[in-house]
Nanobody
Framework: QMQLVESGGGLVQAGGSLRLSCAAS????????MGWFRQAPGKEREFVAH????????AYADSVKGRFTISRDNAKNTVYLQMNSLKPEDTAVYYC?????????????????WGQGTQVTVSS
């Protein structure tokens, strides 16, 4: 089992920034690709960003490309999501997830472990 714990969510005004963190334990973190997803009320969980096991490749949803940056520190067993130029439509619960696969995967069904989520609210 791998445990994932997100932090860093909160309330921010439109145009502001937040950095989410996701701390992993229980498994060899560096063997997993990591993803960030989000779920707004009444909507399905959607892909936000993905990073390979060594940080060498990243992928983003079109809606966040150029505003969000995913990164990881394998020495600290942590993955980050830097969110800039936030918009009210970014409001959601943000989840990190671990994927044992080797390619970019955007579907929730591929991910093996999930955190409990952290709320991000962007006011207009």
């Amino acid at each position: 089992q791998m445990q994932l714990v997100e932090s860093g969510g909160g309330l921010v005004q439109a145009g502001g920034s937040l950095r989410l963190s996701c701390a992993a334990s229980g498994r060899t973190f560096s063997r997993y690709a990591m993803g960030w997803f989000r779920q707004a009320p009444g909507k399905e969980r959607e892909f936000v960003a993905h990073i390979s096991w060594n940080g060498g490749s990243t992928a983003y949803a079109d809606s966040v490309k150029g505003r969000f940056t995913i990164s990881r520190d394998n020495a600290k067993n942590t993955v980050y999501l830097q969110m800039n130029s936030l918009k009210p439509e970014d409001t959601a619960v943000y989840y990190c997830a671990a994927d044992s696969g080797l390619v970019v995967r955007t579907s929730v069904s591929w991910y093996d472990y999930w955190g409990q989520g952290t709320q991000v609210t962007v006011s207009s």
